[in-house]
């Protein structure tokens, strides 16, 4: 079984997903941390990023900026655009091997896909059902994004902003989890789903 999990930045799906890791034994696939993996130094999709943006988004190093990255395409639709279709060839093909890495290890594995543009990259093709997670606080929502990325309010704002409505991703989920702080809340939730799924 293969659950999608996807919701804008800052909505909380990385506490949902510490909570099927750590209590439900699900195997989590982040597709962020995994799209950072493959635009190191030395992979395709770097390069292929570089023939997007030019030499100007790369360190010294001849690794990726991600700062100067972050900074054209939360500016820029068109650019986003590209970028996203960029990501999602290359992330398709990497989601694949990983499943197909826990699969050979245990065919009865849960897996769920940690993506925030689960649907914009067509993953709920490969996904047995999605959750959606939202936060209905916008002010704490915002926060979150602060204290994790280390940006300021007005680029948060922009951030969520360029994201889809909340409407966006519970329409096309299945289940809805609404996270606004109550970890307790949060917990009952999940358990109801996985129940449910049963």
Do not use: W
Not at 49 to 61: A, M, S, T, Y
Not at 120 to 149: G, S
């Amino acid at each position: 079984m293969i659950i999608g999990i996807t919701g804008s930045s800052g909505a909380g799906k990385s506490t949902v997903c510490e909570i099927l890791e750590n209590e439900y034994h699900i195997k989590v696939l982040n597709a962020d941390k995994i799209t950072k993996q493959l635009a190191q130094k030395g992979n395709r999709y770097l390069e292929d990023i570089v023939l997007l943006f030019g030499q100007e988004i790369l360190q010294e190093d001849g690794e990726l900026d991600r700062p100067k990255l972050a900074s054209i395409i939360y500016y820029n639709n068109e650019k986003r655009e590209k970028l996203n279709q960029c990501t999602f060839k290359h992330i398709h093909i990497a989601l694949q091997e990983e499943i197909q890495k826990i699969y050979n290890k245990d065919r009865n594995a849960v897996i769920a896909i940690d993506a925030p543009l689960l649907f914009e990259a067509k993953l709920e093709d490969i996904c047995d059902f999605v959750i959606a997670v939202i936060a209905k606080n916008k002010e704490l929502q915002i926060e979150r994004i602060i204290q994790r990325d280390g940006i300021t309010r007005e680029q948060a704002s922009r951030r969520l902003q360029a994201q889809m409505s909340d409407e966006f991703y519970t329409s096309k989920s299945k289940y809805t989890i609404v996270n606004d702080g109550d970890i307790d809340d949060i917990q009952e939730h999940i358990k109801k789903i996985l129940e449910l799924i049963k």
